[in-house]
Nanobody
Framework: QLQASGGGLVQAGGSLRLSCAASGSGFSIRAMGWFRQAPGKEREFVAHTSPNGGSTGYADSVKGRFTISRDNYKNTLYLQMNSLKVEDTADYHC??????????????????WGQGTQVTVSS
């Protein structure tokens, strides 16, 4: 199971750190991703990381502002979000996959999904 946390209300320009705790085995052998969905919009890729954290990918909209990382000893995935914008407001979900790098921005390649955590950025 995956459980995301750390969301909240923040002013534009502020920062938040999301966490995604994984229970059970296998976390360290799976690539992980963050996706978000705003009301009335489709789910959107945010960032992904390889099983050992050595390779990452980001959506253009968050590149340079967000950082994905993981701690395989703690079975936890993180998303550090800086310089937040109003348009970052969404429900953020973590997910697991075994697909290769080229497929990690596609939500259909993810098979374990956690409950979301709401991020609201005010102007």
């Amino acid at each position: 199971q995956l459980q995301a946390s750390g969301g909240g209300l923040v002013q534009a320009g502020g920062s938040l750190r999301l966490s995604c705790a994984a229970s059970g085995s296998g976390f360290s052998i799976r690539a992980m991703g963050w996706f978000r969905q705003a009301p009335g919009k489709e789910r959107e890729f945010v960032a992904h990381t390889s099983p050992n954290g050595g390779s990452t990918g980001y959506a253009d909209s968050v590149k340079g502002r967000f950082t994905i990382s993981r701690d395989n000893y703690k079975n936890t995935l993180y998303l550090q979000m800086n310089s937040l914008k109003v348009e970052d407001t969404a429900d953020y979900h973590c997910a697991a996959t075994t697909t290769v790098y080229s497929g990690r921005s596609d939500s259909s390649n993810y098979y374990y999904w956690g409950q979301g955590t709401q991020v609201t950025v005010s102007s």
